[in-house]
């Protein structure tokens, strides 16, 4: 069974510009999750989906994040402008439901200098 | 919101020891999830405990969910190099808008030294 892939790996930007990151969950899975992983920190749940819709996006700073999850697959995490303090690990998650355990993809690791 | 504290924050043990990483819940678990992450890698899951008391094990890694629900504990027996990394646990919510969300404490590094 193939895993969460998740696109750039790597990404390094400049402040105020925006980037992107992609997610492919597992097939079949209903829930996705966006984490932002601070070096040192545990993993802060940034937005979850229910098929395409969002169930939590409370942690989500909207004036600059945003995120869609069209026709309840793949997933895009879109920064813009970016800052220094988004510099950060994004992993994606997904579940069969909202109850069970989380497969998590390698995350992409985003520098903003 | 559910609060996660992991203690210790990091551990340094010699191959062949036994350790122990726990995590208290600011409010009872309605499920409870062990994570590793290697160093700038995305998160395995371990194991995942539900029920007051409950424990499981997976080759040398024992976690155990208290009876009142709010404390878990992960046992490591004889360290390996290979065991090192950092232990995430992580908890849904009970109900209401909590439920389904799945939240981290702020992770333990563990060392092993051969």
């Known amino acids: 069974e193939a895993g969460v892939a998740q696109s750039p790996r790597y990404k390094i930007i400049e402040k105020r510009q925006s980037v992107a990151f992609w997610c492919n969950p597992i097939s079949g899975h209903a829930t996705l999750y966006w984490y932002q992983q601070i070096l040192g920190q545990g993993p802060k749940l940034l937005i979850q989906?229910?098929?395409?819709?969002?169930?939590?996006d409370s942690q989500l700073p909207k004036d600059r994040f945003s995120a869609e999850r069209l026709k309840g697959v793949d997933s895009t995490l879109k920064i813009q402008p970016a800052k220094l303090e988004d510099s950060a690990v994004y992993l994606c998650?997904?579940?069969?439901?909202?109850?069970?355990?989380?497969?998590f993809g390698q995350g992409t690791r985003l520098t903003v200098v | 919101s559910q609060e996660l504290e992991q203690s210790p924050q990091s551990l340094i043990v010699q191959e062949g020891k036994n350790l122990t990483i726990n995590c208290t819940s600011s409010k009872t678990l309605y499920g409870l999830y062990w994570y590793k992450q290697k160093y700038g890698e995305g998160l395995i899951f371990l194991m995942m405990l539900q029920k007051g008391g409950e424990e499981k094990s997976h080759e040398k890694i024992t976690a155990k969910l208290d009876e009142k629900k709010q404390q878990s504990s992960l046992h490591i027996t004889a360290s390996q190099p290979s065991h090192a990394g950092i232990y995430l646990c992580?908890?849904?919510?009970?109900?209401?808008?909590?439920?389904?969300?799945?939240?981290f404490g702020q992770g333990t590094i563990l060392t092993v030294h051969p």
């Open positions: 992580g908890a849904e919510g009970a109900g209401g808008t909590s439920y389904g969300k799945l939240t």
């Open positions: 989906f229910q098929n395409n819709g969002v169930v939590d």
């Open positions: 998650a997904s579940s069969f439901n909202r109850v069970t355990e989380a497969f």
